[in-house]
């Protein structure tokens, strides 16, 4: 059963937002960690629940197309035809920031980022947090994604409570996030389109939309041992092993309490592996990879091992987060 907040919870949260407090809500990709854009004692607030460096630059939650020039100094044509085909939905814009964006939401950059989720219940709260002035005050609420520094995104309400419990003043459950994997990120503060982040969105999805290709980011492209910052990571170490090498991984590490996350159904016969079918169809995969990790990561496993989805295009974003999470890369 999909859970849904009532109008007074939606209200009560709106509030604790106004009043500076922490509410994490949903939205289509992960729960989020919000807190007022415009009130730098609030944001602070966020790096302090997660953990979290305080350079680090925050994505700013719209909940109207009309508040975007209030936050964004320059918006080019590219800006407004991915608005247009893309939000609300999983897609954040780094944008030239307007005067008075904290430094706080853009850790001290002249950019900022942006998005309006596709999620019913973000959207509730960021028009409610809005408020009478029909979403054309300065309203925006900065959430970054709502664990602890580091560490798996949260995909249900109660990964949020077991991750940040009290820290937050309210949690808004809005059931399971349906695209399971954090927004697709596209800078296009220096007149080009360059891909920050992948996610569900996909570079060629953007470029058709804009009619011109969507540049990779130059550090995206050698991906040698040690160069990635760990980053929705398990504390279970957890290795990518393309699927023709499973085998042979698994009779190497024979002994060890192994966990393993697989499109294949387990061989028969396998004793203390703990064995996880992955769906085979792209949307489902991301939709329970975070879900599943966790569940993995519970286990107290010696290691897990995740079977490599294919390399296609498609499944660059979920690819980027297991080689971010991944021990072996
Ligand atoms: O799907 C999502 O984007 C989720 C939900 C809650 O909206 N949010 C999320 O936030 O993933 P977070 O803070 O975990 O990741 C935000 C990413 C970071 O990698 C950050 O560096 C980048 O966005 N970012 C934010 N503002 C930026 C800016 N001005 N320039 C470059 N990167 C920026
Ligand atoms: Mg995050």
């Known amino acids: 059963m999909p859970s849904t907040p009532t109008p007074s919870e939606i209200a009560r949260a709106a509030a604790i937002l106004r009043a500076g407090g922490l509410v994490a809500f949903p939205t289509e990709t992960v729960y989020g960690l919000g807190a007022d854009a415009s009130n730098p004692a609030a944001v602070a607030k966020i790096f302090a629940a997660k953990g979290r460096p305080q350079d680090h630059p925050l994505i700013v939650h719209l909940g109207n197309i009309d508040l975007l020039p209030l ?10 035809k991915l608005a247009a085909a893309f939000w609300p939905g999983p897609l954040t814009l780094i944008l030239k920031r307007a005067a008075g964006v904290p430094d706080c939401v853009t850790g001290g950059q002249d950019t900022v980022g942006l998005r309006i989720p596709g999620h019913p219940v973000a959207l509730e709260l960021l028009q409610a947090f809005a408020g009478a002035e029909g979403g054309r005050s300065f309203s925006g609420v900065a959430a970054p994604s709502a664990n602890r520094f580091g560490r798996i995104s949260p995909t249900t309400a109660g ?27 596209v800078d296009l503060s220096r007149g080009r389109a360059v891909l920050l982040r992948p996610g569900q969105i996909t570079p060629a999805q953007i470029a058709a939309v804009l009619g011109l290709e969507v540049q990779q980011p130059d550090a995206a492209a050698p991906r040698v041992s040690g160069a990635l910052a760990s980053h929705y990571a398990p504390r279970t170490r957890l290795y990518l092993v393309p699927a023709a090498e499973l ?17 294949a159904e387990a061989p028969s016969g396998l004793k203390d592996i703990s064995w996880q079918e ?34 296609a295009p498609e499944w660059q974003g979920v690819n980027d987060r297991l080689m971010r999470a991944a021990s072996n890369y």
Do not use: F, M, N
């Open 71 to 80: 936050w964004a100094a320059e918006i080019p044509a590219a800006a407004h």
């Open 159 to 185: 990964h949020v409570r077991a991750e940040l419990g009290p820290a937050v003043d309210a949690v808004l459950d809005g059931g399971e996030c349906a695209v399971g994997i954090e927004s697709t990120i």
């Open 247 to 263: 085998p042979a991984q698994l009779a190497r590490l024979r002994g060890k309490k192994l966990a393993v996350l697989a499109r």
């Open 278 to 311: 992955a769906p085979r169809a792209l949307a489902a995969y991301a939709h329970e990879l975070y879900a599943s990790l966790r569940r993995l990561d519970d286990l107290g496993c010696d290691a897990i091992l995740v079977e490599a989805p294919p390399a």
